[in-house]
């Protein structure tokens, strides 16, 4: 299919060549298009490859915004970056349309490995390897599924399968107000944690994690020293078996000084800095287990145990995880309320803006906002506003 320099930058209506390109030729559909490092996503037509044996062709219904994207979209991510334009986005529910796995309508969960030949999750469809997918359980919610995809994930396998957290221990989330952090303070109690306590730097967020677990918090202040923190840390914790750290820097070098001789600590980010100082004679007096976890470098099949206690969770109401949802079009929106740390999951709803339900939700667990769209952004230079681009024939990145 050839790009069309006429077509409108924004939404595809009636029935459009989304329903019906031929199986054999590439499909336009509407996305997300990151023209180069650092830039921010507008919306507009792209060329997706024909389905081929091994993939699945997707209709997205709710793709969650994570700061994975961010960091690569701003071209500042350690293992990737895309000079070239490409479709953003890192995962998604959605609803097979064509497969040789999967019958029509089946709802699956997917992973996108973005990149300028494979466009991500931000599109109304998208096409996904056989094996970076897993059917949905029966019951539980779409959107709350896509949403405690990644942030689950970097939650209950750091704690649970990196950390093998052991009940009645005493476990320490730094950066506990974000959407991991969240989950992750959940994830802690509902393991059999003895305590729990969340540290961050919003007070007020702060504050409601004792209602999702936590049994003390503390917040973080601006310019406090390693040693001040670390005394904090203690008063409200004690001795700390575990930590998930989401932060790294000055956080994390204050809980290594309150950790329990044989702690597991492992590293989900480090918005904090990149740096942290670890003390010879503390990470071996206390024979500590220093770990990375990285969702982006592990297999879809090794999340499955991690993606079916999420979910079981959630269809018995025993997680909570606020969303955030925008319409398609809001994307741009999206993008800058997950830049400023929301303290819930942003979800964009590429199908028609609306929460999809395959069962009633209990909406007092969810804040679902409806922002305004911005206007269009210009086209880039070299590029007439509405031209489509052709994915699955750029080289990928090395």
């Not at 990196?162 to 992750?184: C, F, K, N, Y």
């Amino acid at each position: 299919m050839q790009p069309q320099d006429d077509m409108p930058e924004y939404g595809v209506t009636g029935s459009g060549p989304e329903d019906h390109a031929p199986a054999d030729v590439g499909r336009e559909v509407m996305a997300a298009i990151v023209d180069a490092p650092g830039a921010a996503p507008r919306l507009g037509p792209v060329v997706l490859p024909p389905r081929t044996p091994g993939t699945t062709l997707v209709a997205v219904v709710a793709a969650p915004l994570n700061p994975l994207d961010l960091v690569i979209a701003s071209g500042t991510f350690h293992s990737a970056r895309h000079e070239a334009p490409y479709v953003p986005g890192s995962e998604c529910v959605g609803l097979v349309l064509d497969s040789d796995r999967y019958p029509p309508g089946t709802w699956v969960y997917a992973e996108c490995h973005a990149s300028p030949a494979t466009p991500g999750s931000f599109a109304r469809q998208v096409l996904v390897a056989d094996d970076d997918l897993l059917p949905l359980p029966e019951g539980v919610d779409p959107v709350s599924a896509a949403a405690v995809g990644n942030s689950g994930t970097a939650a209950f396998m750091p704690l649970v399968e990196d950390a093998g957290l052991r009940s009645g221990e005493t476990v320490l989330v730094l950066g506990a107000t974000g959407a991991v952090g969240q989950l992750a303070v959940q994830v802690a109690h509902r393991r059999g944690a003895g305590r729990v306590v969340g540290v961050a730097r919003d007070r007020e967020a702060l504050e409601c994690l004792l209602g999702l677990g936590a049994d003390a918090v503390v917040e973080l202040r601006a310019g406090e020293d390693v040693e001040s923190l670390a005394v904090r840390m203690h008063a409200a914790a004690g001795p700390v078996d575990v930590v998930l750290d989401a932060v790294y820097g000055t956080p994390l070098e204050s809980a290594l000084r309150v950790c329990a001789p044989r702690a597991r600590v492992v590293n989900v980010g480090n918005p904090a800095g990149p740096t942290a100082r670890v003390p010879a004679g503390l990470l071996r007096g206390r024979q500590l287990t220093l770990s990375g976890f990285a969702g982006l470098h592990t297999p879809l099949r090794n999340k499955r145990a991690a993606l079916t206690w999420l979910w079981t969770a959630l269809t018995r109401d025993e997680l909570r995880v606020e969303v955030r949802t925008f319409p398609f079009e809001d994307l741009p929106s999206a993008w800058r309320a997950q830049a400023v740390s929301p303290h819930a999951k942003c979800v964009v709803l590429p199908a028609d803006g609306h929460h999809p339900h395959r069962t009633p939700t209990r909406p007092e667990h969810r804040s679902v906002t409806h922002t305004p769209a911005p206007p269009p952004d210009s086209a880039p230079p070299g590029r007439p506003a509405g031209a489509a681009y052709t994915f699955g024939t750029q080289e990928p990145d090395a």
